[in-house]
């Protein structure tokens, strides 16, 4: 069984959280809700993990009721918050026999659905959590996770503080788990990691602005996008906001993402101009969007 939410709201004093939000996820999909922080991501996830009530809507995991059957899905989900929060004073073993012995399982009994995580970890089982590196503390809250076999797993933004190797690394487990039958709900703020999800739900301000594979959302980018570059980029934004026919303009690595009001244009004219303006070393191309082109564009 999947993941099913239908209007689901939550206020916090007046603040609205989230509201009005509906989606379902699939058995054995990995689903992806990306947006910044202070979107929504955690509420959402509090509420499915039944750590939260919601004020509105209704919600069901693994065929479970977030209110109704709250002792039957916390039985059934494997839950990664944001902060590391598993015992940092335990060693790795001892948190991992720790949590297989809160389900009434053990570490052998579930090992080969943690064996390539742990692995990695496993020469280091006598430290203490409090002292691993970050990439090492995330694959053991993986591992705990895990060790109960759930059937739903939530992330929620596992990766955010590790480096770009552990990152990848930890993209390539999820794959793994997957491939296993688990059914995977992650959150994160890094919109590259979007398109790793057979489909994703893009929030903002508490709110769904698009849900469909990433390709698709892409698909739907409504204008051509430019990749310009320039000697002094902060100028280039300051010089493109005032163009007249700016539709949008933002950063993005070196170089400077820029879309015009107009169908089509000379891209020479609008060199002449930011010529006149003073820049120099310019470059103009045509580029493709991306899932963060498209969640800047829905969220205008």
Known sequence: MGIRLSNIGKSYKKVKAVQNISFNVEPGEL?????????????????????????????????????????AIRKSVGYMPGRFSLYQDLTVEENLTFFATIFGTTIEENYDLIEDIYVQIEPFKDRRAGKLSGGMK????LSCALIHKPQVLFLDEPTTGVDPVSRKEFWEMLKRLQQKGITILVSTPYMDEAALCDRIALIQ?????????????????????????????????????????LYSVFPFGEFVHYTD??????????????????LTDISIEVTQPNIEDAFMELAK
Not at 47 to 62: K, Q, R, Y
Not at 211 to 227: G, H, L, M, Q, R
Not at 263 to 274: H, Q, R, V
């Open 138 to 141: 995330q694959k053991l809250a």
């Open 261 to 278: 009001k107009r169908e089509s244009f000379e891209a020479s004219d609008l060199k002449s101009y930011l010529e006149k303006e003073g």
């Open 205 to 245: 301000d508490g709110e769904i602005l698009e849900i469909d594979t990433p390709e698709a959302i892409v698909k739907k980018f409504p204008k051509t996008i430019y990749n310009f570059g320039a000697d002094n980029m902060s100028k280039l934004i300051q010089t493109l906001q005032k163009y007249e026919h």
């Open 31 to 71: 689903f992806g809700l990306i947006g910044p922080d202070g979107a929504g991501k955690t509420t959402i996830f509090r509420i499915l993990t039944t750590l939260l009530f919601p004020d509105e809507g209704s919600a069901s995991v693994a065929g479970f009721d977030v209110v109704k059957d709250y002792k």
